[in-house]
């Protein structure tokens, strides 16, 4: 279907991050049992549960919007976790591997910060108030978990990758 409104638009938007983050649900358990700090394994872990949450969340929205979401795969999120899964498969467990997965999580953090970002902005204009506070409480997730990666990565793995 095209979109040809902006209702439309927001419709593909919310079915494509709606696809998203049910493929994110399965890359996440991956990433946690490849990773080898304690501290990243529980991020993974934390972000699956807010990553449940956030699908709940979606369907508040379709709910609150009477809309009906469509039938799509997020080919952008295939593209981000077929690429942390390459990292599993090519660098051996520990440090260097843990530094490679918080990129590659980083990477899915800033497509749904600006997925997320552009369905509130849609959802103002679309006057679905209600609608776009649930998305924005779901963009602060998605700052906060890019915000603790960030942290991870500086005080820890990639000292820890340089030793290695």
């Known amino acids: 279907m095209a979109s040809e409104t902006l209702k439309d638009l927001f419709i593909?938007?919310?079915s494509d991050v709606y696809s998203a983050e049910k493929q994110l649900t399965k890359a996440l358990p991956k990433m946690a049992r490849a990773a080898t700090n304690a501290n990243l394994k529980a991020i993974f872990e934390s972000h699956l549960e807010e990553t449940r949450g956030q699908i709940l969340r979606i369907d508040q929205v379709v709910e609150s919007c009477g809309i009906k979401l469509m039938r799509i795969k997020c080919?952008?999120?295939e593209g981000l976790v077929e690429e942390s899964q390459?990292?599993?498969d090519e660098i051996e467990k520990g440090a260097v591997l843990d530094a490679g997965l918080i990129g590659a999580a980083q990477k899915v953090?800033?497509?749904e910060i600006a997925t997320y970002g552009t369905l509130a902005a849609l959802a103002k204009k679309l006057g679905e108030k209600d609608a776009m506070k649930l998305?924005?409480?779901?963009l602060e997730e998605e700052k906060a978990a890019d915000l603790k990666l960030t942290k991870l990565a500086d005080e820890e793995v990639?000292?820890?990758a340089a030793a290695a």
């Not at 998305?135 to 779901?138: G, V």
């Open 109 to 111: 953090e800033h497509y």
């Open 135 to 138: 998305l924005l409480e779901t």
């Open 12 to 14: 593909h938007s919310l």
């Open 158 to 160: 990639t000292e820890e």
């Open 75 to 77: 080919a952008a999120m």
């Open 86 to 88: 390459e990292l599993v």
